[in-house]
């Protein structure tokens, strides 16, 4: 098995404990970081607003270095391909991200999907997916929506 190989598995594993008391700054980072990867690659079509959209959200949400963003970023995109749900994800950030951090995620989120030429329709669904196993309410969904929306 390669050292990567390894490294996902470790990775993997630490997303599926259920006895883990508190996760590290960088298990939480790296599964906000992997939601905001599966709403870039929903529709199937990554641009450079998107990824610029991207590192824009991740600065604000855990105020990195650049070194730092262009990383979690290429591990957030591999933990993303080799992922086959998003619980793995929003377990861990239901778990111990507040209320305002999740709606600040999701807000993010939509952020990325309207990066684009618009709003997908699998951008809104993945989004409406990841809002839901967040226990975050419909309203908050609409309002980060809302406020995520461009001005025109």
Same mark, same amino acid.
């Given at each position: 098995?390669?050292?990567?190989? %390894?490294?996902?598995?470790?990775?993997?594993?630490?997303?599926? *404990?259920?006895? %883990?008391?508190?996760?590290?700054?960088?298990?939480?980072?790296?599964?906000?970081?992997?939601?905001?990867?599966?709403?870039? #690659?929903?529709? /199937?079509?990554?641009?450079?607003?998107? $990824? /610029?959209?991207?590192? $824009?959200?991740?600065? *604000?949400?855990? %105020?990195?270095?650049?070194?730092? +963003? !262009?990383?979690?970023? $290429? %591990?957030?995109?591999?933990? !993303? *391909?080799?992922?086959?749900?998003?619980? $793995?994800?929003?377990?861990?950030? /239901?778990?111990?991200? !507040?209320?305002?951090?999740?709606?600040? =995620? =999701?807000? &993010?989120?939509? #952020? +990325?999907?309207?990066?684009?030429? &618009?709003?997908?329709?699998?951008?809104?669904?993945?989004?409406?997916?990841?809002?839901?196993?967040?226990?975050?309410? /419909?309203?908050?969904?609409?309002?980060?929506?809302?406020?995520?929306?461009? *001005?025109?």
């Amino acid at each position: 098995m390669s050292k990567k190989a %390894q490294m996902l598995k470790k990775l993997l594993k630490r997303f599926t *404990e259920d006895n %883990q008391p508190a996760a590290d700054k960088h298990t939480l980072d790296l599964s906000a970081a992997a939601l905001l990867v599966e709403v870039m #690659r929903a529709d /199937h079509s990554i641009d450079a607003d998107e $990824q /610029h959209e991207l590192s $824009q959200v991740l600065d *604000e949400l855990f %105020q990195l270095t650049a070194n730092e +963003i !262009s990383e979690l970023l $290429q %591990q957030a995109e591999h933990v !993303s *391909e080799q992922a086959s749900d998003l619980f $793995q994800f929003t377990d861990v950030v /239901h778990k111990h991200f !507040s209320t305002e951090q999740k709606f600040d =995620l =999701l807000t &993010g989120l939509w #952020r +990325i999907a309207y990066a684009s030429a &618009g709003i997908d329709k699998y951008e809104e669904h993945i989004i409406r997916r990841i809002a839901e196993l967040l226990y975050m309410p /419909h309203s908050e969904f609409i309002r980060a929506k809302l406020i995520a929306r461009p *001005e025109l």
